[in-house]
């Protein structure tokens, strides 16, 4: 291909220079209408925020929690995982057959994050188990290659053999903590089948993390996907820089982590609890942890928590775990409750505290009420009948399970479609 000349009085470069000029004029022009734009909608979302909270008892906008117990869990490579129990307080405290809550947070988040279902379960007399995943909150942390699911099932099964003992639990999960859980089957079938009589997965998946666009074009999802795991290995190292640039523009993080946490309002001290604990987790937990998710595929390990009392509960509007994440969940565990919530986003329990609160009261009301009041059902003649194929009796784990799925069905049918529920105004 020939070169073709210039145009007398026409320099090389010229048209590139003016064309370039132009795009960076226009780049320019696109990104302060968008940063006018943000601003806009910072301030209108700040003064939102700030109403909702002023309203509110002072009690209701304290989240600091005193537990009945502090202890440090020992995690199978050695990583302390910090642990706080509350006891139950109400007089139906002690009550035989009780199970004790566990509650394990998401990704970026704390033990703090279940502020208020703590509150909630403890006063109904349910004892109450929370702990830090390592590299989060209080907890220690571990080699790079330790920032694993697989690793933190085990992690949670070491945290129910130290603070629980054999009892009964009901184990909830938001996010990763519902990653744990699935994690935790495949790890100790056994103890899930042995102990667990419930379990609750907020605004969790079973995988297919990459194909999640955060409520973005497809596109630009993808390039997120693509850019965002090398942008925080580089961070890991510059934790400084990070800590200073988030320091500087506090609002603008609030604004961000507010976008991508929640689909309606909250309060202001709620949006800042969450970037508090978002921004007090160290980059280098972050970029471990955050190749990991494209590679999550847990859905074979629900089949530990198939006859168990199930609740699955996610927002219409969650970004990171969208409502058909929480469908597969429910296709692998038929009958589990299944509560979509309207104008909720991924941070559902600090979002819609009562609503969550609620849900977890009635699963764990129904994994440990009697089986004399589901009604005339047998149970033990069930399970033996049940129990029993051409090769002889089931072991003791299958034979568990099909009498929690028939204590479940003399109570009530099969779960098929989602309901969708408002939150309390």
Same mark, same amino acid.
């Given at each position: ?10 320099? %090389? *470069?010229? #048209? ?16 302060? %209408?968008?940063? #006018? ?7 209108? #979302? ?78 109904? *007399? ?27 099932? @085990? ?9 629980? *003992? ?77 800590? #200073? ?49 494209? %590679? ?98 089931? *072991?003791?784990? @299958? ?27």
């Amino acid at each position: 291909m020939g070169v073709r000349p210039l145009p007398p009085g026409r320099q %090389a *470069g010229a #048209g590139a220079g003016t064309a370039g000029g132009l795009g960076w004029n226009l780049a320019a022009a696109g990104v302060t %209408a968008a940063t #006018g734009m943000a601003a806009e909608r910072l301030w209108r #979302g700040r003064r939102t925020a700030v109403a909702l909270d002023s309203g509110r008892p002072e009690q209701d906008r304290s989240y600091v929690e005193t537990p009945d117990v502090e202890m440090v869990v020992v995690a199978s490579d050695g990583v302390p995982l910090h642990v706080e129990i509350d006891e139950a307080r109400s007089p139906s405290a002690g009550q035989p057959g009780r199970p004790t809550v566990v509650f394990s947070h998401g990704y970026c988040m704390s033990l703090q994050s279940w502020v208020f279902q703590r509150r909630a379960l403890r006063e109904a *007399g349910y004892r109450v188990v929370l702990w830090d995943q390592r590299g989060h909150g209080r907890s220690g942390v571990g080699d790079r290659d330790s920032y694993d699911i697989d690793q933190l099932g @085990e992690d949670l099964s070491m945290v129910i053999r130290t603070a629980v *003992g054999d009892g009964p639990v009901v184990l909830v999960g938001h996010s990763m903590g519902g990653m744990t859980m699935m994690a935790m089957a495949l790890v100790d079938e056994e103890q899930v089948t042995a102990q667990v009589v419930g379990a609750a997965f907020l605004a969790t998946t079973t995988g297919r993390i990459a194909e999640v666009s955060f409520g973005l074009a497809r596109p630009i999802g993808q390039l997120i996907h693509w850019v965002a795991p090398a942008a925080a290995l580089t961070l890991a190292s510059r934790q400084h820089l990070v800590d #200073g640039t988030v320091r500087a523009g506090r609002e603008i993080v609030d604004f961000f982590v507010d976008w991508g946490s929640f689909g309606s309002p909250v309060p202001l001290s709620i949006a800042q609890l969450t970037t508090d604990m978002i921004v007090g987790t160290r980059m280098d937990t972050i970029s471990a942890f955050m190749p990991r998710f494209s %590679a999550h595929d847990k859905r074979e390990a629900l089949a530990a928590y198939r006859g168990t009392e199930a609740l699955v509960l996610n927002g219409t509007r969650d970004k990171l775990c969208p409502p058909d994440h929480s469908a597969e969940i429910v296709r692998q565990l038929p009958g589990a409750e299944h509560v979509v919530v309207q104008e909720a986003g991924h941070i559902i329990m600090l979002e819609h505290p009562q609503l969550v609160n609620e849900q977890l009261m009635a699963l764990v009301q129904r994994s440990h009420r009697h089986p004399a009041e589901a009604g005339s059902y047998d149970l033990d003649a069930l399970v033996s009948g049940a129990g029993r194929s051409a090769q002889g009796p089931v *072991g003791r784990h @299958e034979e568990a399970a099909t009498r929690r799925a028939l204590h479940r069905r003399s109570r009530r049918g099969l779960r098929t479609r989602p309901r969708e529920q408002e939150p309390p105004s």
